[in-house]
């Protein structure tokens, strides 16, 4: 049966040397989710990763990986692409996917005509015989990402999974993704690419200096921005700035602000009865992006090492 | 534990296939060969210096005519018994000491020792290390001496010589067939498991590790490399048995020393018994080997670690080499115990001990060791390398690195 939260992580910490990578972080991932793991470089994205794999050992905290709290155990049902790309050079492409099914339990054979099938969805047909080291970086490391796959995992961990891929084959991955998703696997990813994780997440984790620093929808993480306007008068544009919020900068034409709390309907009855007119006025919430900045930019303020 | 052997068999068939499907590996089947070829070219070289020496080598005699046919005759007398450098009599003169002094100064010619004086009371000057070369002077001048005292002896026994195979094989006999034992499985494992010490760099290097250790335990990672290794050590030992043994089948009498062995525990169980040590020896020096090379950072390092292993290695060899040579004793019994060094001792305890039950003992022994040293292996790769937990294993793995 499968559990409802496939990926669940209690207050881990680790600490390497004198510095703390990892400072009591807590995830609990939903199951037949995209769920993503942000943060700057250097935040403990790839610590934790690995620390739910069971890869290395959390100094303190508990995790379980589809209901085992040794993840080692589940480990014939999760597929992993780490951030440092590797594969064998010497092998082909497909017999590279099938020793990765392998090492998962997939028989050799069974791994060997999934992995030319996956590869010739992918628009690698052609070099199903090629070997490794014949291939181009980015050719090899989606063999390695259908390595990652090919046993048909429940749980898919990707580290960084879109870094190193040019935008063609960012499209791909995207799209491998969804289709992952839509045929019940939970994926779990780490990036610092926002528009990535603003198209694909369902849910996200913003790590920074080794702690988590917010856990919720993308929405929910635009949210935590108030909502920004793009005002352009009909007359007198210099004068409206009287009248708009103090944080009102001119841009171009027109002018960039906060909306305030109360909402933008008394202000724009002011800038109508003032004269000024409205030529444009565009409210939009800020984009995950900005979310991010703002609560990392916390983070660091507050001292983290992120 | 299965999925465990089920994992290693996966990365052991790669390896052994990434091993075997190269080019090299045919030089590194073919390398015997080589080092025939030049065994060969080299001992043929030192044999022919050697037998140039030796053509070079005299033994000298100052006589007087009237003595020196008797001396020919007891020199060429006694070479029926044994060997001595060639003689020359020289013609005594009024000073024999100096024509000695000068014989044994000759250029280009190496005169061992040099005999003069009265036959009664000889003086015989020799090269410190020639002594023999020396009492085969003594023992002319004697035979001399006796044929003149007795009359030259009528008859000389003529033996006909029948060398008997012996109805039970001698301790000096057992004891070399152990010594071959150990020897062989010594130098099959000499060049067979340090190629461990390097198994690891490939993965680190190309970062495959990570996909590893999170796809399956190290454990299983290292003892499917030790076994994917041990499988091209096997194919290779295969080859060159195959070979040699289709050479004694068609050659007669080219198996004839291998059939002078005689262990007290019969040939073929004695047989079985080294391919199982080697086996084992291979194991627990290739784990060891695997776990220290896997510590290693870089390159340079693993090839710093080759001498230590070497050592390590040559020490084994001491040890069982003592075991073959005093098997009763506390230093053959602990080379026998010891987990590095009991698949050399083990081996030659078949050439003077029939009984099996302490083999399967052992067996069992080294099979614990080999697990062993496999889980201290991954732990302290897991602690040092991948920097994961702390404790023991944690300090001693980063310290190593």
Known sequence: MPSEFPVQADNLVKTFGKARAVNGVSLAVPQGMIYGVLGPNGAGKTTTLRMLLGIIDPDSGTRSLLGHSKPRDASDRVGYLPEERGLYPNMTARDAIAFMGALRGLDWKTGQTRGAVMMEAAGLGHAVTRKIKQMSKGMAQLVQLLGSLVHQPELIVLDEPFSGLDPINQQHLEALVRSERDRGATILFSTHVMSHAERLCDRLAIIAGGERRFEGTVAEARGTLPLRAHYVPCARAEEAGALLPADAVRDGDGWLFTVPNAGPEGLVTRLIGAGHGIAGLTIERPGLHEAFVRIVGEARAQGGTA | ?401
Request: aromatic share 8%.
């Open chain 2, 1 to 401: 534990m299965t999925r465990i052997f089920r994992q290693g068999a996966v990365i052991a068939r790669r390896d052994f296939l990434a091993v075997v499907k190269t080019p090299t590996f045919l030089l590194f089947l073919l390398a015997p060969v080589f080092m025939l070829l030049f065994g060969w070219l080299g001992g043929s070289g030192a044999s022919q210096v050697a037998e140039g020496a030796s053509n070079l080598s005299r033994i000298a005699i100052i006589a007087t005519e009237r003595d020196a046919d008797a001396l020919r005759t007891a020199d060429q007398r006694m070479r029926d018994y044994g060997d001595a450098p060639r003689l020359m009599i020289v013609a005594a003169g009024p000073d024999p000491m100096a024509e000695a002094k000068s014989l044994l100064e000759t250029p280009g010619t190496d005169y061992l020792a040099v005999m003069f004086g009265p036959l009664e009371e000889p003086v015989i000057q020799h090269e410190q290390s020639a002594v023999k070369a020396a009492q085969w002077l003594q023992g002319v001048a004697d035979q001399v001496l006796l044929s003149r005292r007795r009359g030259p002896p009528d008859t000389l026994s003529r033996p006909a010589y029948q060398p008997l195979k012996a109805q039970r094989a001698g301790v000096g006999m057992q004891r070399q067939t152990g010594y071959v034992a150990v020897v062989t499985v010594f130098m099959l494992t000499l060049l067979l498991a340090g190629q461990a010490v390097g198994m690891l760099a490939e993965e680190k290097s190309n970062k495959v590790i990570e996909i590893l250790a999170a796809a399956v335990p190290l454990e299983a990672v290292f003892l499917g490399k030790l076994v994917g290794m041990f499988g091209v050590a096997l194919l290779f030992v295969a080859f060159w048995s195959g070979l040699l043994g289709g050479i004694m089948l068609l050659v007669p009498g080219s198996g004839a020393e291998l059939a002078a062995l005689e262990p007290a525990i019969g040939l073929p169980t004695f047989l079985i018994l080294g391919a199982l040590y080697f086996t084992m020896a291979y194991m627990l020096l290739g784990a060891v080997f695997l776990g220290i090379g896997g510590l290693a950072a870089t390159v340079r390092d693993i090839q710093m670690l080759s001498f230590p292993v070497t050592i390590l290695q040559m020490a084994m060899f001491g040890l069982a080499t003592v075991a073959a040579g005093q098997p009763q004793t506390a230093l053959g019994r602990f080379a026998e115990i010891f987990p590095l060094s009991s698949p050399y001792a083990m081996a030659a305890r078949g050439a003077h001990d029939p009984s099996l039950t302490p083999h399967l003992l052992a067996l069992g022994w080294q099979a614990i060791w080999v697990a062993i040293i496999i889980w201290v292996a991954a732990r302290l790769f897991r602690h040092g390398v991948l920097r994961s937990g702390g404790g023991l294993f944690a300090m001693i793995g980063r310290k190593a690195r």
